[in-house]
């Protein structure tokens, strides 16, 4: 059985390929200069995952939509579901869109998730992509295409959107990373390392995914409104609505904050004992 990937010469197709191939298929991939095409893909592969930006995904669907067939199983690697599902529910083959939570740096798919989109398919089809996924040691979460891009508009769009907002806000504080960094306790260094780690990547794929999800911006709206909430209780001075909304949102995450503390008191003692001068 051969798996294609349309933009597989990228970082995500570089990561999946050695997966299916451990798997036992056969891999193919197409890229700017590769000898297939697009379309040989599409024509010559059991699967087919469109793996490019965001913004690319719905013109590479529509472009290999003839030559698919009913015994094809067509998926994508992207962060947004509504419109690549849409797109290739109009085609001929099997749909299951597909979004790995991690990006290409990571060293294994190991303790990773990858939510699953089975639009329309058999379930064997989509049994035949998850033992592949779990034989990696991954998890695989199902959603459909609405579900999915809720859920994003909050765990990426909100959280990519706050992180920027933050590193731009540093930037206009008049205070070099030089000078802020080195006084940082490990706690401190695990937001700025999140920073540092988003501002490393490509602005194209953040934008994509703060411009492309709807939900995104849904969700940027209430980051405003909550900032604007939080600026006016510390400008007056308010600390009983401070400790009001303090107080909600510890409510709300109490099921959480034990795992959230646990968490994190093992990645600042990993910090802690590395012993890397901060420079």
Request: net charge negative.
């Amino acid at each position: 059985m051969k798996v294609g990937i349309i933009g597989g010469t990228g970082g995500m197709g570089r990561l999946f390929a050695p997966v299916f191939e451990r798997s036992g298929f056969d891999v193919a991939v197409s890229g700017r200069s590769t000898p297939l095409s697009n379309r040989d893909i599409a024509e010559e592969s059991d699967i087919v995952i469109v793996s490019v930006p965001i913004h690319d995904t719905v013109p590479v669907i529509e472009e290999i939509a003839p030559f698919l067939r009913e015994d094809q199983v067509l998926c994508d690697f992207t962060s947004v579901k509504s419109g690549p599902v849409t797109a290739m529910l109009k085609t001929d083959a099997e749909v299951i869109g597909l979004h790995p939570m991690f990006g290409p740096s990571v060293s294994s798919l190991s303790g990773q998730t990858v939510i699953s989109v089975p639009a329309r398919c058999r379930r064997e089809s989509a049994a035949l992509l998850y033992r592949v996924f779990r034989g990696e040691d991954a998890t695989v979460i199902e959603m459909d295409a609405g579900e999915h891009d809720r859920v994003m508009g909050v765990v990426q769009g909100l959280v990519h959107f706050a992180t920027l907002c933050v590193a731009d806000a540093v930037r206009n504080s008049g205070l070099s990373p030089d000078v802020i960094i080195p006084v940082m306790s490990p706690v401190y260094r695990i937001e700025m390392g999140l920073i540092g780690r988003i501002l490393g990547q490509s602005p194209e794929l953040y934008g994509d995914i703060l411009m492309m999800n709807s939900e995104s911006g849904v969700m940027a709206g209430k980051f405003s409104e909550s900032s604007e909430n939080m600026l006016k209780c510390i400008s007056e001075k308010d600390f009983e609505s401070f400790k009001e909304i303090f107080e909600k949102n510890s409510e709300f995450f109490s099921g959480y904050i034990p795992q959230a503390t646990r968490d994190t008191d093992l990645v600042i003692d990993a910090l802690a004992k590395s012993g890397r001068p901060l420079k």
